[in-house]
């Protein structure tokens, strides 16, 4: 069963350019969630998405925009880049209904904004 | 909302000693509490996490950490360490009511072990 995958595993943009990351959830799970890692830190929560919906926001700005597909796969958008958006992305899926559900993590998408 | 704090951002220690590291948190609700491990270049991986019922939990690689409400605390601990537990680790909380069930996670823990 392979787990989350995510892609691509490293990219470098030029700043103002947009990227688009992809995820496909671990089988059988339902919500995916996208987590911003800068170095040395932990990551903040950008969004979640159930039923191809954005269920929840963290405090990122509207250059932060996502998908979800009706096979639950998800795309993560950012555009007009920024050098601080450089960073490890981190796609994350579960099965809804209960908050202890565990969250399966990718290995995530390292962006270099230059 | 809730609020984690790692109070070590790294932990040196030799190979077969005991380890331990902090997490406190803040919550105005009940939380359910967890402790991720990211080794390098990977995603996070659950290690353990804390529901319901016994305070003290443990993961199948001899990690255990213990609730502690009064203490607002849920630290990790380990009686030895290898040299393959260097890793960073990451406590984080979810509200265990409320709807919004999104983790916070604190800033991590990169635990060292030399030989």
């Known amino acids: 069963d392979a787990g989350v995958t995510q892609s691509p595993t490293h990219l470098i943009k030029t700043r103002g350019q947009q990227v688009t990351l992809r995820c496909s959830p671990k089988s059988g799970h339902d919500t995916v969630s996208w987590y911003q890692q800068a170095l040395g830190q932990g990551p903040q929560f950008i969004f979640q998405y159930y039923e191809e919906e954005e269920r929840q926001r963290g405090n990122f700005p509207d250059r932060f925009s996502g998908h979800q597909f009706p096979n639950y796969s998800s795309e993560l958008n950012v555009n007009a880049l920024l050098l601080g958006d450089s960073a490890l992305y981190l796609c994350a899926s579960s099965l809804s209904g209960h908050p202890g559900n565990t969250i399966y993590f990718g290995e995530g998408s390292w962006l270099t904004v230059v | 909302a809730q609020s984690v704090t790692q109070l070590d951002s790294q932990v040196p220690v030799f190979e077969e000693a005991p380890v331990e590291l902090r997490c406190n948190y803040s919550?105005?609700?009940?939380?359910?509490l967890f402790w991720y491990v990211q080794y390098p270049n990977q995603g996070l991986q659950l290690l353990l996490k804390?529901?319901?019922?016994?305070?003290l939990v443990e993961s199948i690689n001899g990690f255990e950490a213990e609730f502690n409400k009064s203490q607002t605390s849920f630290h990790l601990r380990k009686p030895s360490v290898h040299i393959s537990d260097t890793a960073e680790y990451f406590c984080?909380?979810?509200?265990?009511?409320?709807?919004?069930?999104?983790?916070?996670f604190g800033r991590g823990t990169s635990l060292i072990v030399h030989p």
């Open positions: 919550s105005s609700v009940s939380v359910y």
């Open positions: 804390y529901l319901s019922g016994s305070t």
């Open positions: 984080a909380v979810t509200p265990a009511s409320g709807g919004s069930y999104i983790p916070t």
